[in-house]
């Protein structure tokens, strides 16, 4: 197996990669964290244009989302743990091809169920290929330099993160529906180049233990996380007949029962996925509740706007990518001086204003909608980057709220539990909401058969009637707009968690 060699007089390097190498992990780190990153946002843009090819339902929809987040959620920590047993770099290279193979089968579905199916396979990919973008670079970089290869490997994956679903949208809005399956094929030569780097310009580093793999847990995970969501989505489907209704009650009774089985296995283990003991501690618990309904609101907002936008509202693609920008550009921009910030202050103020901000932004998504008030570059758009510079006061503090509530032997197992209960929230949300969307979108549509006009972020095929269009209108604004609030009440909770619970200085809990 490759090691480190010196490779200039006097140059010794402390990891197991070189000095003239580094870069070469930092871009591959980059590249990979990026199809990751870029993968949820331009899905959500691109909903619309798959429920027309595919002749998708809303159901449909929150299944090519969650089917991702799902398997994503679930094994993200196995991910992580597989890296130190395997070696990273190999697990990497393993995750990237696997998530390389799944967007291409993405790509090629020719039907929805295919799609779904695909996109589960896909978030096994990314559950390996994402942990592994940062440990990888903390491994090959001694700590003095570490600080500037993360820092630098941040602001890249916020830029692509923030230009993705844009130049996403600019390609939907100039070709047909079917146009939808570019977004999953890019991922071919940017994973390519990826592994290329990896493979020719990388040593192997040494794997640093046998640590065995939750792969129970994970199961349980995974059964448990999906029978919930599978009962909640159920609710948005248009058959909501008793028998229908008790059929996804039972749903989500099977999926409580599969997370106790799940917390009483981790429990038990020598070596957990989750070490429940964390949650002893009152400030790691209340960041993590905050976390939660903090990123609950976040991504239902970001999967459900974007088919109010372009299905209601008639936008296009590239005009709805933009609803994405702000938060990318203020995380990136102001995590470092936010950051330093919570140093001096502490983490509780920051992300109790922070969350605060995001709940008045939703609350004006809400207005805008409930009004009819069909104003995106006066209305939507500045409401989103109220929003991103709420999140961008949140998001740095949060790191620092959970890493100085544990010790620091601690630290990798606390980040890697807060990584996965903001994508369990997300999986949440978009399956919740849905129902409420769902629902109210039917209330307000009243005695008009539900297949005589679209469901709720479903593109008009062929022109309706006046009346009908506005009356799809009227209930597709009512419709985001129950969204909108509930999650600006949830927000509010997640402020008044994280000013409860998180500690006003920066001290380590005891």
Known sequence: MAVATENRAGDIPSTFCPRDRRRYVLAAAILASALGFIDGSIVAIAIPAIRLDLGASLVDAQWISNAYALTLSALILVG?????????????????????????????????????????????????????????????????????????????????????????????????????????????????????????????????????????????????????????????????????????????????????????????????????????????????IATFFLYFSLSAVLFYLPMLLIAGWGLTSAEAGFIFLPLSAAIALLSGPVGKLSDKLGARLPITLG??????????????????????????????????????????????????????????????????VARVAGLMAVAAMGAVAAFVYASVLGEIPPGSIPGYGEPVATALPAHMEAARLHASDSAFAAVAAITALFCVFSAITAWQSIAGAKRKAA
């Open 355 to 420: 969350s605060a901000i995001v709940a008045l932004a939703f609350a004006g998504l809400a207005y805008l909608s409930a009004s009819a008030i069909h104003a995106f570059w006066a209305g939507v758009f500045p409401a989103m980057v109220v929003m991103g510079l709420g999140m961008a006061l949140v998001v740095s503090p949060l790191s620092t709220a959970i890493m100085t509530a544990v010790d620091d032997r601690h630290s990798g197992a606390a980040s890697g539990i807060n990584n996965a």
């Open 80 to 288: 992580g743990a597989a890296g130190d047993r395997f070696g990273l770099r190999a697990t990497f290279i393993a995750g990237i091809v696997f998530f390389i193979v799944t967007s291409i089968a993405c790509a090629a579905a020719p039907n929805a169920a295919t799609l779904i199916v695909s996109r589960a396979l896909q978030g096994i990919g990314a559950a390996i290929m994402v942990p592994c973008s940062l440990a990888i670079i903390a491994k090959a970089y001694p700590k003095a330099e570490r600080g500037r290869a993360i820092g630098i490997w941040a602001a890249s994956s916020a830029l692509t993160t923030a230009i993705g679903p844009v130049l996403g949208g600019f390609v939907l809005s100039s070709f047909d529906a079917s146009v939808w399956r570019v977004i999953f094929a890019i991922n071919l030569p940017l994973g390519a180049l990826a592994v290329y780097l990896l493979v020719a310009k990388v040593p192997a580093d040494l794997p640093e233990g046998r640590r065995r793999l939750d792969l129970v847990g994970a199961v349980l995970a995974i059964a448990g996380f999906g029978a919930l969501a599978y009962g909640l989505t159920a609710l948005s489907a248009e058959s909501t007949g008793q028998a229908s209704m008790l059929a996804s009650l039972f749903a989500v009774g099977i999926g409580v029962v599969g997370l106790v089985v799940f917390v009483w296995w981790e429990a038990r283990q020598p070596n957990p996925m989750v070490e429940l003991s964390l949650f002893r501690n009152r400030p790691f618990s209340g960041a993590n």
